[in-house]
């Protein structure tokens, strides 16, 4: 298929890497020289072969993600955002790790599903820190859970050979205190593994 590049492969993989992503985002690592009208027009003729599919939320711009069809051509695991109900806190993912990405420790992340790790996080990010290289599960909590849900997965990621640390990400206060609360009841081995953030303009 003529439209089928290497460039165009490449965009498919990495709007799959991060399930859902934003065109202005996209434009900035695939642009390539081109400008945002010429970009968008690309954009407009994959939706328009049925491999990508764009749509409007909030103020973020235009979102895009891959059909069933475009994650055919893709290394990475279709997402069907119209039976799972997950598409806001996705994109809110998303945003989030981007976000964490411009910190000069962190080298490289994604929000696909880490398949070595049965606990599977929101999101992995490889980062280096004194010549050490560790890896940083990002958990992105929208809504708060059962205090004995949130001990039990603690302890699973500090009992986990595959992660190094844990971040929580939150925009309530609540949970970011409730949150607090359990970690001071734990074991230090295991709470020095977990690490607490609140982003109140997560949206």
Known sequence: MKLLTAEIIEIINEIARWKAITQRELFKTHGRGKTYANFSIKMKSLERAGLIKGFYEGNKGK??????????????????????GSLIHDLICTAVMKSLLEHPLFSSGTALDYVKSPIQPDGVIYAKRYGTSYLLAVEVELN????????????????????????????????????????????EEIASRIALCLAPDLS
């Open 63 to 84: 979102y895009l993600i891959l059909t069933k069809n475009g994650s055919q051509f893709s290394v990475h695991p279709y997402m069907d955002y119209e039976s799972s």
């Open 144 to 187: 708060q859970k059962s205090q004995k849900r949130v001990h039990e997965k603690f302890v699973k990621y500090a009992n986990d050979p595959e992660f190094h640390h844990v971040l929580y990400v939150t925009q309530k206060r609540s949970v970011y205190d409730a949150y607090g609360k359990i970690l001071k009841g734990l074991h």
